[in-house]
């Protein structure tokens, strides 16, 4: 664990503002902008208080213990009194336990808005001055290279096969497998180039940035608000070309159904001790991206009453979930660490926010790209079961691939 040293005397003050415009053109620069916006709702942040690094199976509780010391030892003056007003930190955390770099980065000034209602959260010490700057414009991202990353396609096909090979034997019922892909560019990536492509290309997603990996994520981890959870649980996937009717020949998969149907139970099965009521829908729906339509279902509980869970608490129940893990889980994760060899870091790791109340939202870091310097890392991967064809995986993925490539192409101007 790894805590930056913390400056004494914090104040944190929320207060209401008028129509901020866009939140994603608050960003002044590209030093680490933070975000987490889905249409014209959300957080963005920039500057940072502090921050805490975690690693290890026990990274969840510890930030979580981290987060709740930090805020207690704050004077806080919250004017609006709206999930995400007051003190918030953005969570990126690794998929893996073994990987290092889970972190919770505290933004000097946040700008937030929800149904209407905008405010801004600024820290600052005693009487100390804003930290509001000056914006530089956006630099686009330029002429792009493409390169094989630690698992090329061939790899992955490989992979696939051989998962696919035990899972007929018997082995484990289903594993998300991953790969990689370099894009390089002549100059560093500005990561809210990135960002603005994914908004606008996808404004049903929750566009994020924390930490340098930057994605838009169609998939709900765990909301908490006031004693309630829920969950979108995504799992089976089309994309155009494949037939006419494409909700009618997801819905009625038998593939991609029983795939679903591992990661709901998944899901369900962890939120389940922690609640005093769960309402986990029947029969999944689609909803449609623009690159490719997933089988989603929706999950709402009541949190216990009488020792409610944090936000915290309920990723590290849930995490991973069969959607990107696989089921059993210890078994799925076993297969991936051998078959993928290779470090997934944040991706398919929970990512999002979190405030004072132990409310948050924290979704899969999917559709996403790690960006250093002029490199970017992008990540794409499929839910593998026994009749999963290898080919159809690779198309999957590239399918899912094209949503941050064309982003950073950017070979849609706004």
Known sequence: MTIAPLPTGLGVRTRLVG????????????RNPLSWV?????LVGWGEVARITVSGANRFAEADSWWRSFTEGLRVSDEVDLPGTGPVAFASFTFAD????????????????RDGVAWITEFSHGDGP???????PVRPSGTLRFADGLLPVAGYRKAVAEAVRRMRAGELDKAALAHDLLAVGD????????LAGLARRYPTCWSYSVDRLVGATPEMLVRRVDGTVSSRVLAG??????CDDLPGQLLGSAKDRHEHALAVDSLADALRPMCSSLDVPDTPSVIALRNVSHLASDVHGKLDPQSPASLLQLASAVHPTAA?????????????????GMDRGRYAGPVGWMDGNGDGELGIALRCALLDGPTARLFAGCGIVADSDPDTEVREAAAKMVA??????????G
């Open 19 to 30: 129509d901020p415009g866009g939140l994603l053109e608050l960003l002044p620069d590209d």
């Open 38 to 42: 889905r249409g014209s709702d959300g």
């Open 98 to 113: 073994s990987s290092p770099g889970s972190v919770l980065v505290v933004p000097r000034v946040l700008v937030g808005r």
């Open 130 to 136: 804003s930290a509001m700057r000056a914006v530089t």
């Open 187 to 194: 100059a560093p990536l500005d990561p809210r180039a990135l």
């Open 237 to 242: 996937t089309i994309w155009p070309g494949e």
């Open 324 to 340: 990107v893990g696989g089921t059993p889980r210890d078994a799925a994760l076993a297969l991936i660490a051998e078959l993928e």
């Open 404 to 413: 941050v490539r064309d982003a950073l192409e950017d070979t849609e101007p």
